[in-house]
């Protein structure tokens, strides 16, 4: 069975609207246990579950070490997928979801078909 790892950051839990925080980021890596061994050999951290870049930035060392990582040739988008959003719109998309689509799907009407609620959530954004 493939193992799929995601991490966040950004997270201000239901606090969609702070200002020292506006984007929300995902990050996923998929790879085999071999590549995660040989890409982590790169940090030689001593932390025993997790290298934190807080950490390692800190020093030559650290630094030096997340270039190394950063530039291997099994960091690509084969194996990496990120997705950044921008909070306030994630709470418009939120509205939209829970409050338009309620509406039309108590009436029968499929809001996700087509892409219509990514459609409004965007005329919305851009319009208001």
């Given at each position: ?13 239901s606090?969609?609207?702070?200002k020292?925080?506006p ?10 246990l ?5 890409l ?12 934190h870049?807080?950490?390692?930035r ?22 990496i997928?990120?997705h ?12 939209v979801?829970?409050?338009i ?16 609620n ?11």
């Amino acid at each position: 069975m493939k193992t799929i790892y995601i991490d966040e950051s950004g997270n201000t839990g239901s606090n969609l609207l702070d200002k020292d925080q506006p984007v929300f980021a995902t990050a996923s890596c998929d790879f085999s246990l071999a590549e995660a061994e040989y890409l982590l050999s790169h940090l030689s951290s001593s932390a025993a579950t997790e290298a934190h870049f807080k950490r390692l930035r800190k020093s030559p060392a650290g630094r030096d070490a997340i270039i190394k990582l950063l530039t291997d040739e099994l960091i690509n988008t084969k194996h990496i997928k990120i997705h950044a959003m921008h909070k306030e719109f994630m709470a418009l998309t939120k509205i939209v979801d829970t409050l338009i689509e309620s509406y039309y799907n108590a009436h029968g009407y499929d809001f996700y078909k087509n892409g219509q609620n990514i459609s409004y959530s965007n005329m919305l954004w851009y319009c208001c």
